[in-house]
């Protein structure tokens, strides 16, 4: 394709790069090494989250010199740019963890200020680490330029002793270490072979599960993010995206032709088919909201309530995402949800044809138990389950998958922190069949909604994941297991009834019907919120506080802007 037939009398670039006024800024282009014949063509961003904060970025700009060159090979400009990440694995278990949510809106943030300050035309996006990949898809739909997302790839397995592990079983040994199951030199062994190679986490935890929404959304090209980091296979699809985009410019295909309700539906059913992250259901109703969709948790949970567990991934099953790969990819796992009517067919992609027929040639894979049929499922039910009650009025969340028991009943336990908790269980002060409270750790409360991965496998390398139940209105981390109910709304910090418990409240959750209750009246309720009194945070300036006055209810997806559904203008038809 000739992208010199392009036009740019509707393009972003057209502000920069034509016309006699724009002599000075076409002197920046010269400067940088553009020749006249390139600042005429289309200007595509090529954004990544390379940092060297962790494995998940780090092969990050390698692959976007390679989606350069697919660029300009047909004949656009590329122009590279970085942004940030916050690792939840290293943010995980301290105050740090309170970046990681708000990183989301900065990625998002600062790519839509590149993007409009120099007037780039398309975007391709590259990231690896938990926020950062619905930041970039967020970026996407709010510009509404053409736009390809690129996963970084998920990380090899590590083996310790002859069998799998990643860095959730760092995390649950750090619990055996706390009782003694396991000495310093055997937790020494299993931290230095969790995590062998570039990419982020390899289980199905929140990287892996958004990695496959951005697949069965439409914003990645078939079997892309299925591909581990260091698979060299991974340049052909980066190169391919960077030709792809310079056609989807021509086509004028826009993420918001793709991004609609039935894809949004299409990505709910693969997070539930997966036993995915809960967090999915905090990104979904954010991507949603950036195309003026209103999609919320209630609207998740629907379809997680009638789509089956299919794929047998850890947390909760035997397999990692390099092996799902191995097995089919994500188009396995879509082709067998098509077939068996759990995905709309007619939604665009970036292929620039329809789900359904990027589906038409891919064959089942009968060699492989990763991934089952849709229906012969793990389970009839998804591996996440949305909760609401007296407890949570405005809903809940929790993963299901590999879980025997779903329910449960106990007196509760609060904590006002996550710190508070952690200091608990590591000293083992509490009793099973406790339902263990951390409040105020909300998106607004927090601020920044941490998740709760260090408690929770704490607890589980004691030996008690399934003897107690945890909630918070924080959020849990997607290699959380056990009865863990997070994204309790309202929160603690706007007068939430989850703030209102105190300790021994019994609690009763129920996953089978959907439901969380605590055994008050309404009228202790009310009697209560009449005593409750608002508390601060320690945060009162820099971002994190700018943050919290702005962030809304987990429910809607913690979004910190109106939307589309306010937009005036559109980036992409300035």
Not at 510 to 521: C, K, M, P, R, Y
Request: net charge negative; hydrophobic share 40%.
């Amino acid at each position: 394709m000739d992208a010199k037939v392009i036009s740019k009398d509707k393009l972003p670039s057209r502000h920069v790069t034509v016309g006699p006024a724009r002599a000075p800024h076409r002197s920046y282009l010269y400067a940088m090494g553009l020749s006249a014949a390139e600042i005429a063509q289309p200007l595509v961003g090529v954004a990544s989250c390379w940092n060297e904060a962790a494995p998940c970025n780090i092969s990050l700009m390698r692959q976007a010199q390679v989606v350069k060159k697919g660029v300009a090979a047909a004949n656009g400009t590329p122009r590279e740019f970085c942004t940030i990440t916050v690792t939840d694995g290293i943010a995980m278990g301290h105050q740090g963890m309170k970046s990681s949510l708000v990183s989301r809106e900065v990625i998002a943030d600062s790519v839509e200020l590149t993007m409009r300050g120099h007037c780039y035309d398309a975007l391709v996006g590259l990231a690896g680490c938990d926020k950062s990949l619905p930041g970039m898809m967020m970026a996407m739909v709010r510009l509404n330029v053409p736009s390809i997302f690129i996963y970084g790839g998920s990380i090899l397995p590590g083996s310790y002793r002859g069998r799998q592990i990643t860095v959730q079983d760092v995390f649950e040994a750090v619990g055996q270490h706390s009782v003694g199951a396991i000495g310093d030199s055997e937790l020494l062994e299993i931290e230095q072979a969790a995590c062998p190679s570039a990419g982020s986490c390899g289980a199905q935890f929140t990287a892996n599960t958004m990695a496959t929404v951005a697949e069965a959304i439409g914003l990645a090209l078939p079997y892309s993010c299925g591909a581990p980091a260091p698979y060299e296979m991974r340049d052909r699809f980066n190169f391919a995206s960077g030709e792809k985009i310079m056609e989807l410019i021509a086509k004028n295909i826009r993420p918001r032709d793709i991004v609609t309700l039935k894809a949004l539906e299409n990505a709910a059913t693969v997070v539930s088919a997966t036993g995915g992250s809960t967090n999915a259901a905090l990104h979904l109703p954010a991507i949603a909201h950036e195309a003026g969709i209103k999609f919320d948790l209630f609207d998740v949970a629907k379809i997680f309530e009638k789509t089956p567990y299919i794929a047998d991934l850890k947390p909760g099953g035997k397999y990692v995402a390099k092996d799902m790969f191995e097995a089919g990819g994500i188009p396995l796992l879509m082709k067998t949800l098509l077939d068996h009517g759990y995905l709309h067919g007619d939604c665009l992609t970036v292929t620039g044809r329809t789900l359904a027929e990027n589906m038409e040639h891919v064959a089942w894979n009968e060699h492989q138990d990763v991934v089952r049929p849709a229906n012969t499922p793990i389970t009839q039910t998804g591996g996440v389950v949305g909760l609401k009650g007296n407890l949570a009025p405005e809903g809940a969340i929790v993963k299901v998958a590999g879980m025997s028991e779903l329910k449960f009943s106990g007196p509760a336990r609060c904590f006002d922190s996550e710190e508070e908790c952690f200091e608990a269980v590591t000293k083992r002060n509490y009793r099973e069949g406790e339902v263990l409270v951390i409040r105020y750790e909300g998106p607004r409360g927090g601020p920044g909604m941490r998740e709760m991965l260090s408690t929770t496998a704490a607890l589980y390398g004691q030996g008690m994941g399934g003897k107690v139940a945890l909630i918070t209105d924080g959020r849990f981390s997607g290699a959380t297991r056990g009865f863990c109910i997070g994204h309790v709304g309202p929160e603690a910090a706007v007068g939430g009834p989850i703030g209102l418990l105190r300790d021994g409240d019994v609690i009763s959750i129920d996953a089978v019907n959907g439901t969380i209750e605590v055994a008050l009246s309404d009228g202790e309720l009310v009697a209560r919120a009449k005593t409750w009194k608002a508390r601060t945070t320690d945060y009162q300036s820099g971002a994190i506080w700018k943050y919290a006055q702005t962030v809304g209810p987990a429910r809607d997806g913690a979004v910190t802007h109106p939307g589309g559904a306010k937009e005036t203008h559109c980036y992409a038809d300035i």
